[in-house]
């Protein structure tokens, strides 16, 4: 009898990975936006219009086996045709340089996520809170649906980004927020 509860215990265990799949994110119902502070007193908000990515997700356990994504900078919104292609300029982000920023999740520890942000080729470790909801059936595909919202803050000088723009003009902390649905 103990050796059939540890043979099932253990295949349990190296079967729980298999139990995650793939999900496909829902464009339409996600999006990677970010805000920074502008002259110390008003908040400016932003998105990248153009992004994709892959989650492997168990719905039952919540437990993310993979979570990575990748964004266009020359994609960035933030209402102002005129901020947007200077922040598209080589002092910021030289989207004709560095065209993509990515995100490869490493691990996830209960409400949050470690991972590796490379921006302009540098890479820095970010721990993010993560809020994960569903999973819920969509009535006309019959699939199910997850949706994770992720966020976080990050300092734009770690990232070369506007190095030579003062903190009073644009703060260096950039809070992140993404919201992902995504359906099996």
Known sequence: MNKFLSLAAVSAICLTPMMAKPFIIDKSHSSVGFQVEHMLISKVNGEFDNFEGTLDIDPKTKKINKLEGQISISSIDTKNKKRDAHLNANDFFDSGKFQKA???????????????????????????????????????????????????????????????????????????????????
């Open 102 to 184: 990515t995100f490869k999740m490493t691990k996830q520890e209960g409400d949050k996520i470690y991972g590796d942000l490379t921006i302009k080729n540098i890479t820095k470790p970010v721990i993010w809170e993560l809020e994960i909801n569903g999973p819920v059936t969509n009535p006309n595909t019959k699939k199910q649906l997850m949706a994770l919202d992720i966020e976080g803050k990050i300092n734009r000088k770690d990232f070369q980004v506007g190095e030579s723009t003062p903190n009073s003009l644009v703060s260096d902390e950039v809070k992140v927020k993404i919201q992902i649905e995504a359906s099996e």
